[in-house]
Nanobody, 123 residues
Framework: QVQLVESGGGLVQAGGSLRLSCAAS????????MGWFRQAPGKEREFVGA????????YYADSVKGRFTISRDNTKNTVFLQMNSLKPEDTAIYYC????????????????WGQGTQVTVSS
């Protein structure tokens, strides 16, 4: 079982940046892929991006491509989500997730989830 703790959320103005972190524990970090999802009020949880076990491959939703970057440090058991050029529509609770068992775009395939961190972008 993997335990995940996100941090780094907050309030930022449109055009600003935030960096989210997700610290993992419980299993060897480099043995599973990681994903980021978000959920806005009244909406379904949606895929933001994912990163492969060694960190050599990343995938992004079209809505964040070119603005968000996922990275991981397997020596520190941490995955990051660098968010630039933030927009009000990026406002949501952001979750990290671990160890997908199928389609990485589908949140139901991830075995472990963090508690989420709120990101609010003001216009």
């Amino acid at each position: 079982q993997v335990q995940l703790v996100e941090s780094g959320g907050g309030l930022v103005q449109a055009g600003g940046s935030l960096r989210l972190s997700c610290a993992a524990s419980g299993r060897t970090f480099s043995t599973y892929a990681m994903g980021w999802f978000r959920q806005a009020p009244g909406k379904e949880r949606e895929f933001v991006g994912a990163i492969s076990r060694p960190g050599s491959s990343t995938y992004y939703a079209d809505s964040v491509k070119g603005r968000f970057t996922i990275s991981r440090d397997n020596t520190k058991n941490t995955v990051f989500l660098q968010m630039n050029s933030l927009k009000p529509e990026d406002t949501a609770i952001y979750y990290c997730a671990a160890d997908p068992q199928g389609n990485w775009y589908d949140p139901s395939t991830f075995r472990s989830w963090g508690q989420g961190t709120q990101v609010t972008v003001s216009s």
